[in-house]
């Protein structure tokens, strides 16, 4: 057993990292008070063949693995948790199900303008009465002749702004009494598709969170994403990759509001001394770091596995489960520890806090995980 990062990873983190602080965190705060979504930090990152990292270099993406997927988001996160989110969903939501399901010929042509940045990658999956109820789906897709018709409704889905075309799942009939969910590739510029980007958020507020709206979309057969009716299947399977992606966000995140704790806690002086002089200060941090330290093993194992080709559906929702809570936990005590200052925007914990949050909602909400888990441990 070796928990060494390769070589190639440790490049990976010391580019990432060297990055994040230099371009990504500057411009954190501003993101966060203005909503402007970081695009010339993405071209920056298509430049340096990082948004197709875990995907074939047959269709243009660097080859590499879901380790350095993780390394990256956890980096990009740790500077700003709506870039870390933006590259996480572009990656697993938009990526992932065109690598797994998708032709050779739905890859040429929808998975390489996402692995150069062209394309943004995003996922319909969410929809106002299907939520943690994915089955809840209403979006339905009608034939016509060789056509699909599709009309509904998707919420809260990432990146749709910028993406030039994204999977949605959508009802393609009824097999046994029950629905036939089916994956399909619509082009964001159909007729009849609208993109409605006004959400106002706790937090991530850099991020484009959108709703889709579709009206008598017409799209070919040809679009159908693997096999008809396999649509819920995939998403499951491709959920589980995503929790590795949030589960490095929170890591990094967590990282990210640890640093600034430590940091404060070494030049705030109070009755005479440092905060880190306190012993209720050391053990505030030596918990944060410990949670931090566990959280990041388990995200790497489910990487790990994945990569290996092994089962690793448990360790994803466990991944993503743990990682964040404490991520959540880790920030409640930074913002303590800077007492009044914590609660200020600038100095950023009261941040991580936010950005936080979504992390125990998305990809399945904190209570999907314990069910998950429960049944993967034979409940």
Not at 20 to 29: F, M, Q
Not at 69 to 84: D, H, K, P, Y
Not at 320 to 342: P, W
Request: glycine share 10%; hydrophobic share 40%; net charge negative.
């Amino acid at each position: 057993m070796n928990f060494d990062l390769s070589q190639e990873h440790q490049m990976i983190r010391k580019t990432m990292k060297e990055f994040a602080d230099k371009v990504v965190a500057p411009g954190a705060i501003e993101r966060d008070r203005t909503k402007a979504f970081p695009k010339e930090i993405f071209k920056q990152l298509a430049d340096m063949g990082m948004m197709g990292v875990p995907f074939s270099e047959e269709y243009g993406g660097a080859g590499s693995d879901t380790i350095s997927f993780a390394i990256v988001t956890e980096e990009l996160s740790r500077a700003c948790g709506s870039t870390g989110i933006t590259y996480s969903a572009h990656i697993s939501l938009g990526g992932a199900p065109l690598n797994l399901f998708g032709t050779e010929e739905q890859k040429h042509k929808y998975l390489a303008p996402i692995c150069s940045g062209e394309s943004f990658g995003a996922f319909g999956l969410t929809e106002p009465n299907a939520g943690s109820d994915a089955g809840g789906t209403q979006t339905r897709a009608v034939e016509d002749g060789d056509d699909f018709i599709i009309n509904g409704s998707k919420v809260y889905i990432t990146n749709a702004s910028y993406a030039k075309h994204l999977a949605i799942t959508a009802i393609t009939g009824m097999k046994d009494g029950k629905k036939e969910i089916s994956a399909i590739i619509v082009p964001t510029d159909a007729e009849g598709f609208t993109v409605i980007d006004n959400y106002e958020k706790m937090g991530l507020n850099a991020s484009n969170t959108t709703e889709l709206v579709l009206e008598n979309v017409r799209v070919p057969k040809a679009n159908l994403l693997g096999k008809r009716g396999e649509g819920f299947q995939q998403f499951l399977i491709t959920l589980d990759g995503g929790r590795i992606g949030i589960g490095a966000m929170a890591v990094g995140i967590a990282q990210a509001a640890f640093d600034k704790a430590l940091r404060y806690s070494k030049e705030r002086q109070q009755f005479g001394k440092p905060l880190a002089h306190f012993q209720i200060t050391q053990f505030k941090l030596a918990d944060m770091a410990m949670k931090i330290e566990l959280a990041r093993t388990m995200v790497h194992k489910a990487a790990w596995l994945k990569d290996q080709g092994q089962p690793f559906t448990k360790e994803a929702s466990m991944c993503k489960l743990y990682a964040s809570e404490i991520a959540m936990q880790v920030a409640d005590q930074a913002v303590q520890i800077h007492g009044g200052y914590g609660y200020m925007k600038e100095y950023e914990v009261e941040r991580y806090m936010r950005d936080a949050k979504l992390l125990e909602i998305g990809e399945g909400t904190s209570e999907i995980q314990r069910m998950v888990i429960a049944r993967q441990i034979g409940c």
